[in-house]
């Protein structure tokens, strides 16, 4: 150590120390007694002293600096840092747009929940385009997402819980979008139809062939009309229409009174001619 050139300095081989280069016995210094304050350097005997991140100096604890400058050690037991929490995909808290690691937790930014806030808290995509309800009444939405349940007949599957292969059917759910695609009738318009039946595009064909696995559907619409379409799922379990081309339709009103009285007539001439032969028989005789 360097001292100022007038500066007289006296070493003891006793116990001293020197002092703005001045050296003094430890007797005449105030040094404080450490000896019973390292037990306030513990949050809880479980963990080392100042969470194993920082030294205890007199029952305090000073932390450790990082490497990284942005990481930060802080707390009275050094027990809280802006580093060790959740992570996903190699970020923390899912990355700034997601969340702040805050004493070792994630705080999520609005819209998001999670220990790692990458749950989406927004519902919009558990919707089902056509029916507008959620997971199709089929499940529940979670982060999002449809996680569909489990019934007596099957398990729900799809993006929106929409589809259940061994369950008894979508006919009910698929007839309204089969008759605005293919007949053009139904609640549907022709705008709603676009927007409301966007999971398949029905195929016209003149005849049903079934194959293993369809499901035959038939139904009767508001003019008594009766039509029928098989579907089936492909690879993807993306539902495959096909409907047949005709309507089966009753006769119209007042064709059947027509038929009845041409019947009637053809009868009543029938009738005629037999009594008419009849009245010859006497004649021939």
Request: aromatic letters at 8%.
């Amino acid at each position: 150590m360097l001292f100022p050139r007038m500066t007289r300095v006296t070493v003891w081989l006793t116990a001293a120390a020197v002092v703005c280069g001045l050296a003094q016995a430890l007797s005449e210094l105030s040094i404080p007694d450490c000896s019973s304050d390292s037990t306030s350097c513990y949050a809880n005997r479980s963990e080392p002293a100042c969470s194993g991140r920082g030294v205890c100096v007199c029952g305090h604890c000073t932390c450790n600096e990082r490497e990284n400058y942005d990481e930060r050690v802080s707390g009275p037991f050094c027990e809280c840092t802006n580093f060790l929490c959740d992570r996903f995909n190699g970020q923390l808290c899912g990355g700034p747009a997601h969340g702040t690691c805050v004493c070792n937790k994630c705080v999520c930014n609005p819209g998001w929940t999670g220990h790692d806030c990458m749950c989406e808290q927004s519902k919009e995509n558990c919707l089902n385009p056509e029916s507008g309800v959620e997971c199709s009444g089929q499940g529940a939405c979670e982060c999002n997402q449809c996680k569909c349940h489990e019934s007596q007949d099957g398990r729900y599957s799809g993006r929106y819980c929409e589809d259940c292969p061994t369950c008894k059917g979508h006919c009910t759910s698929y007839k309204e979008c089969v008759q605005c695609q293919v007949f053009r009738t139904g609640k549907y318009t022709d705008e709603q139809c676009m927007t409301h039946c966007t999971m398949f595009n029905a195929t016209v064909v003149s005849n049903l062939v079934e194959e293993e696995g369809d499901r035959l559907c038939s139904y009767f619409d508001e003019n008594d009309c009766r039509f029928m379409f098989v579907y089936r799922f492909d690879e993807d379990r993306h539902p495959l229409v096909y409907a047949l081309s005709t309507l089966q339709c009753p006769p119209p009103k007042g064709t059947e009174i027509l038929h009845q009285t041409s019947l009637s007539h053809s009868a009543s001439s029938s009738v005629s001619v037999v009594m008419a032969l009849l009245s010859l028989i006497p004649l021939i005789r």
